[in-house]
């Protein structure tokens, strides 16, 4: 038998055909810009999560009098500082001196760079390290990459711990609003009816308030707003678009043949809304939530730029532009790179969002 006959003789497989989140993905990944605005805010997210490591005044790890500890957590949440280091031997931040002086046996694990985001770096701080120049004498070095601010807090410190904020507003404000939305929506165009009445003149009410003028006036009412604060704030308001969507989609879906099969085994109108319409109705639903997260990072920053943003212990994009606004003559690093974080990042996202629109569509996936 020869090998033609052989290859012929071979049952042929079916191909397995791609579901859609893998054909989507697929097709997402040939839009270069939109997969470079994903590679951006992964290296964000890194640079966010390894901040303490990246740059800052407190050890990642050190052995101090027989026992282990991680100071940088404090950069995390003040309250996971070990409470030798603040309430014990009142360091004040200066930990090499310190170390040395209370425990010669002493060792620690030093950040990439020794600057803090919050305090102006002393002479005393670090052996061999000047202190942080003031005011015009700041300008970026190599010493401090994006100079200092008028008070010798390093830019760049401030600006790696601020992609923490950023992006914790981005993420965890429209987590908030997606929830709120797309119960809204889901509830308003499944029932119809004077169901979808009331609740589409409720989005509406909403939708002529403006965003950052209801964000203010909520902020408001609090004396002193810390970042969870402001990211409720934010995700209570940022919910109308993924509603609306959500309304218009449900009412699509609806009257789909697997809905009514579905009902005629008797599932309930919840296991139907979000167990078979919702995860049809998801790929559109992600788009505006993509843009929503560009949005949130931007009304965070708008706030800190206004003074109405989180605690000064919490440092932002927004509260650098906010300095910088004061000195843009002198001290123009203080406008230029926390600007350009804010654009990069929301052009980002923004990206990722048309990608996503483009890739889910049929009707635009192949152009």
């Not at 994903?38 to 790890?61: N, Q």
């Not at 209801?214 to 940022?238: D, H």
């Not at 509603?243 to 218009?248: D, G, K, N, V």
């Not at 929503?292 to 965070?300: C, L, N, V, W, Y």
């Amino acid at each position: 038998m020869s090998a033609v006959q052989e290859l012929a003789e071979q049952p042929i497989k079916p191909q397995q055909s791609l579901g859609f989140w893998a054909t989507s993905w697929r097709h997402y990944r040939k839009r270069k810009f939109a997969m470079a605005g994903l590679i951006y805010v992964i290296f964000l997210g890194l640079v966010a999560i390894f901040s303490p490591a990246i740059v800052g005044t407190k050890p990642i790890v050190c052995y101090y009098k027989g026992n282990i500890y991680f100071p940088a957590m404090g950069y995390y949440n003040p309250s996971w500082e070990n409470a030798i280091f603040t309430t014990g031997d009142h360091f004040n931040n200066r930990y090499e001196p310190n170390l040395k002086q209370n425990d010669p046996n002493s060792w620690a694990i030093w950040p990439l760079i020794r600057q803090d985001p919050i305090e102006r770096v002393q002479a005393d701080w670090f052996e061999g390290q000047p202190a942080n120049p003031l005011s015009i004498e700041g300008n970026p070095s190599g010493q401090h990459y994006f100079g200092t601010s008028s008070v010798g807090v390093d830019v760049f410190a401030q600006l790696v711990h601020g992609t923490r904020v950023a992006l914790l507003v981005g993420f965890v404000s429209m987590a908030i609003a997606s929830v709120i939305g797309i119960v809204i929506g889901a509830v308003s165009g499944y029932y119809g009816g004077w169901v979808d009445f009331i609740l589409s003149r409720f989005i509406e009410i909403i939708l002529c308030v403006p965003t950052l003028i209801l964000v203010i006036a909520l902020l408001a009412m609090v004396v002193s707003p810390s970042i969870w604060q402001v990211v409720f704030v934010i995700g209570l308001t940022g919910w109308t678009g993924i509603a609306r969507l959500t309304r218009a989609e449900f009412m699509k879906l609806k009257q789909i043949e697997y809905v009514a099969a579905a009902k005629a085994m008797g599932a309930g109108p919840l296991r139907i809304m979000f167990v078979h319409i919702l995860r049809n109705a998801l790929a559109p639903i992600l788009v505006p939530i993509s843009f929503g997260i560009a949005g949130a990072i931007f009304t965070e920053s708008a706030l800190s730029f206004l003074g109405i943003g989180a605690d000064s212990q919490t440092p932002t994009w927004g509260d650098v532009l906010k300095e910088g606004q004061d000195h843009i003559r002198s001290m123009w690093w203080l406008s230029f790179f926390p600007g350009l974080a804010i654009f990069t990042t929301v052009l980002a996202y923004n990206l990722i969002g048309e990608g996503i629109q483009e890739a889910t569509d049929p009707r635009t996936r192949d152009v």
